[in-house]
């Protein structure tokens, strides 16, 4: 039961363009998402995060989007470069629990063509 | 350094043998997380320490798997009898949290362990 999903196991974009990339939750308790962005052979690294509270946050050139009736939220880089190639990933956490673990998709490939 | 680190970064076993994988977290970081990264998937949760405290070992696949961080700081991810599906890249995360606030977590570089 995949409570985090990131239906794009790619995407390619051409420098300078925008980069969109999407997931969408089913469990209606996360109120934190997170994007983590991993390069071959390194761990996750973070960059970005919202709050269930709000439905956007912004951070130079990474911007996310929360739609929560929809459950679904995006990351949009802009403009894109061919350092952001990497393997991005969505996550989800609710302070139900009071563990704060994360629940990750499974990835989108960026490719970002000079 | 600033960093979460593991070591070792790379781990061979034969079927059977037990190994032990450890974690040096970001010094001060009160929680400590345990994930698996199998091939092409995202990583899953294993387990969670609060200081010394093992909050949450939910996540632990079966009783093969073992984690403890007696001193509150270093970690240590133990798994007996490994099996070939124990075969993944075992990530380590550490939290500083602020009380009623979510934070992210610090991922180090991970363990791989092929299972032969």
């Known amino acids: 039961d995949q409570q985090v999903k990131q239906n794009s196991p790619s995407l390619s974009v051409q420098e300078g363009r925008i980069s969109i990339l999407n997931c969408d939750y089913t469990n209606s308790m996360f109120d934190y998402f997170l994007w983590y962005k991993k390069y071959p052979a390194e761990g996750p690294t973070f960059l970005i995060s919202?709050?269930?509270?709000?439905d956007k946050n912004e951070d130079g050139r990474f911007t996310v989007f929360l739609n929560k009736s929809a459950k679904h939220l995006s990351l949009h880089i802009v403009p894109s470069q061919p350092g952001d190639s990497a393997v991005y990933f969505c996550?989800?956490?609710?302070?139900?629990?009071?563990?704060?673990?994360?629940?990750f998709g499974t990835g989108t490939l960026l490719a970002v063509q000079p | 350094g600033a960093g979460v680190s593991q070591s070792p970064r790379y781990k061979v076993a034969k079927r059977g043998q037990d190994v032990a994988l450890r974690c040096d977290p970001i010094?001060?970081?009160?929680?400590l997380f345990w994930y698996q990264q199998a091939l092409g998937q995202g990583p899953e949760f294993l387990t969670y320490f609060q200081n010394e405290a093992q909050l949450d070992k939910s996540g632990l696949p079966s009783d093969r798997f073992f984690a403890e961080r007696p001193e509150g700081s270093v970690s240590t991810l133990k798994i007996q009898r490994t099996q070939q599906e124990d075969s993944a890249v075992y990530l380590c995360a550490s939290s500083s949290p602020k009380a009623g606030a979510h934070n992210e977590q610090f991922f180090g570089p991970g363990t791989r362990l092929t299972v032969l």
């Open positions: 996550a989800a956490s609710t302070e139900i629990g009071a563990t704060n673990k994360l629940i």
């Open positions: 010094s001060g970081h009160v929680s």
């Open positions: 919202i709050s269930s509270i709000k």
